[in-house]
């Protein structure tokens, strides 16, 4: 892979190409290699589970100190930090911070300063980069002059996954949050989110201001992601169009509790057909529970983002991001060229 994408995002974390994995609960598997910099996601597993997979990530990284910085993030659940006992959200927040990972990312939640509080003050010498990840200007503003987050993601409505069914389209949100002039001293870096597909997409955001891009969806389609054979064969089928924003499958799976205005963006089946007619949860439920066993796409679950149509083939996370790199510094060329003429 040739030369650094030189961006705020690279020179805060050292790497060669402005992306982000971000969390996916669930998904983390082995991505933690090879995936430029990469988040882990709590998601509704207990600390014991978290504390196993950052030991996990440090020897797989091979970072011989037990307390040496380790070049990935961990990502909480706003809302899920507070909803349960206070005790165990912070057990979720120590391991992380004790861990001495480099980043924590926040997102889906009204109190998420508290959360940050707590880890500034309880771990001042860890200094981990704050990730709050928004889907409003409004939300941003608070990121950045009351959280005084290091980086704000701007997850428009195509992302993949959870997200707010209110977010505005991802290219409005993110020069809406450019534009602002922040009453605050400290200058935060910001990213893009949402049915991101290849090198020329991240190439785009830079373009318009962001300093990075962040692509789950894209990689779902790597071995090294926790989906199934039938789960990526989906993926590799569907067109963008093939996707919707829903709670179908948070009603499907029992994970109803998200914050008003939360849903998921995932492939339209017979689960959602069914919510969506009103089937009774508990048949709806039980269908789930049986197409998800026999991996039936009729019936399970696949999480993706807008940009599902243009992804095709099964890659190894190292080579996404390799191919990633290099289309966006064609694209950048590309551009360059073009303004000179
Ligand atoms: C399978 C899956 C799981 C996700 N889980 C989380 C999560 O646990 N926390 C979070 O903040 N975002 C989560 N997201 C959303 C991502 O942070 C990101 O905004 C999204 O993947 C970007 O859109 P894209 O999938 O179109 O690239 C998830 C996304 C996917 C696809």
């Known amino acids: 892979m040739s030369e650094i994408i030189s961006t705020g995002l690279t020179s805060l974390l050292g790497i060669k190409t402005p992306l982000i994995v971000p969390p996916m609960a669930g998904v983390s598997g082995e991505l933690i290699l090879n995936s430029n910099f990469r988040m882990i996601s709590t998601g509704y597993q207990p ?19 037990p307390t040496g910085k380790l070049p990935i993030g961990v990502g909480f659940l706003g809302w899920l930090l507070d909803k349960m006992p206070f005790d165990e959200a912070k057990s979720l927040l120590n391991a992380a911070s004790s861990a001495n990972v480099q980043a924590l990312w926040f997102s889906f939640g009204s109190d998420l300063g508290k959360w940050v509080q707590y880890v500034r003050e309880h771990f001042p010498t860890e200094n981990s980069l704050i990730f709050v990840q928004v889907n409003s200007v409004e939300e ?32 409005e949100l993110l020069q809406g949050i450019l534009a602002q002039s922040y009453n605050s001293s400290h200058q935060p870096v910001f990213l893009a ?12 955001q830079l373009t ?30 569907a067109r963008s169009e093939d ?11 029992g994970t109803i509790d998200w914050p008003e205005g939360i849903d998921g963006r995932g492939l339209r089946n017979d689960t959602v057909l069914d919510f969506e007619r009103g089937e009774s949860i508990n048949v709806i439920q039980s ?36 191919e990633l790199h290099e289309e966006c510094q064609q694209q950048l060329a590309v551009d360059s060229k073009k303004l000179d003429l």
């Open 47 to 65: 600390a014991e589970v978290l504390i196993s997979e950052l030991s996990l990530a440090r020897s797989l990284l091979e970072i011989q100190s």
């Open 140 to 171: 941003a503003i608070h990121a950045v002059e009351n959280l005084k987050a290091d980086v704000v993601v701007a997850q428009g409505i195509e992302s993949g996954g959870h997200g707010s069914g209110h977010a505005p389209p991802l290219s």
């Open 193 to 204: 989110a949402g049915g991101l597909a290849n090198g020329a997409d991240i190439a785009s």
């Open 208 to 237: 318009l201001g962001a300093a990075g891009a962040v692509m789950g969806t894209r990689f779902l389609l790597t071995p090294e992601s926790k989906y199934t054979d039938a789960q990526r064969e989906a993926l590799i089928v």
């Open 243 to 253: 996707t919707v924003r829903t709670m179908a499958f948070d009603h499907a799976r």
């Open 287 to 322: 269908r789930f529970k049986e197409g998800t066993r026999t991996q039936d796409r009729k019936r399970f679950l696949v999480w993706a983002g807008t940009g599902v149509g243009s992804m095709n083939r099964v890659m190894p996370a190292k080579d996404v991001v390799k």
